[in-house]
């Protein structure tokens, strides 16, 4: 409950309350990153407790900032997508600034669109999830004109934005690794589509991987779509051939496409099959069996991306930058059919 009519509210009402000086609220307020995390706390508590709301419009003619930050992604019914949104949330929410969310729908046309849209809205910066590693640089470079941009999750091909993303290689030779220690021979890969730059990358770490095992070979390779019907699809044709020792799916939501596919058809995983995935989306823990998989640390990516845009939105002109964000390997039930006393991985 508000103590205090937000109209009667002024910025020294909430310095006084937070305990600190009103330049300090001040800071706080327009999304400043030159604050503790105390004063920080105290300031939006207060602010929250008094119902302050300030003038928002003044604020951006002042500064030329609006507060806000845009992202773009390619699919926000993805699970992995939700939560990257969710932790880029909580990051931006810790210093006040708000997000404003466009999805895609897998479209470069409609991505076009949104980052026209986006930067006519006046956002600070944008996040974006490109839709196709070619055919989205033209937009992109377009936007980057503007307000500072990061690429996160997946990039275009030589575009100078900065990029944050996951290790793809140390989490295919994780997998690939694992699979050995398991008795693995002859393995199928369901990737994403090519046309994406984790899709290509992850199928590229994943061959560098078998190349350096000392027995696994890929026995069939499908790509297509990051969704549960195409690892359904993909499953199906696979098995006209004979169950493989393991399959290994570019994402999860491909891998719980294909363990539904197996269980129709009879096919026990781990008992005739191994199945791994990729991403650590809440839903793979909550399968039976539950999914091993490369956990993306999304809390990570989204720090790493706002730091960038911090970065830039304070006037740093360094050369672009290339993160790449450690993934660990969640061993479960989908791989433990052969070695049951490997160490297992935490959940």
Known sequence: MLETDHARVRLRDVAQRAGVSTSTASRVLSGSP?????????????????????????????????????MLVPDIANPFFAELIESVTRELEAVGIDL????????????????????????????????HHHRSRAALERAAHGPPLVQLDREVDGLPADFVGVDNDRGCTEIAAHLTECGVERVAVIGGPESSSTGRARALAFDRAVAGSRSLTVSVR?????????????????????????????????????????????????????VTGFDGIMM??????????????????????CRMLELRLGGDDAPVRHSLVAPRLAIRGST???RPDVAQGAP
């Not at 909550?286 to 720090?303: D, F, N, R, Y």
């Open 34 to 70: 030159r604050v503790s995390p105390a004063a920080r706390r105290a300031v939006l508590e207060a602010s929250d407790r008094l119902g302050y709301r300030g003038d928002r419009i003044a604020r951006a003619l002042r500064t030329r900032r609006t507060g806000t930050i845009g």
């Open 100 to 131: 404003l969310l466009a999805d895609s729908h897998g479209s470069a046309e409609a991505e076009a669109r949104w980052l026209v849209g986006l930067s006519e809205r006046r956002v600070d910066g944008l996040l974006v999830v490109p839709v």
């Open 222 to 274: 499908e790509s297509g779509e990051f969704s549960t019907a195409f690892g359904r699809e993909a499953a199906r044709r696979i098995l006209r051939g004979g169950p493989p020792d393991a399959i290994v799916c570019g994402s999860d939501i491909i891998a719980l496409g294909v363990m539904a596919e197996l269980r129709r058809c009879h096919v026990a995983v781990p008992g005739d099959v191994l």
């Open 284 to 305: 793979a823990e909550l399968t039976e069996p539950a999914l091993t998989t490369v956990v993306q640390p999304s809390g990570a990516i989204a720090a790493e991306a």
């Open 336 to 338: 433990r059919r052969h």
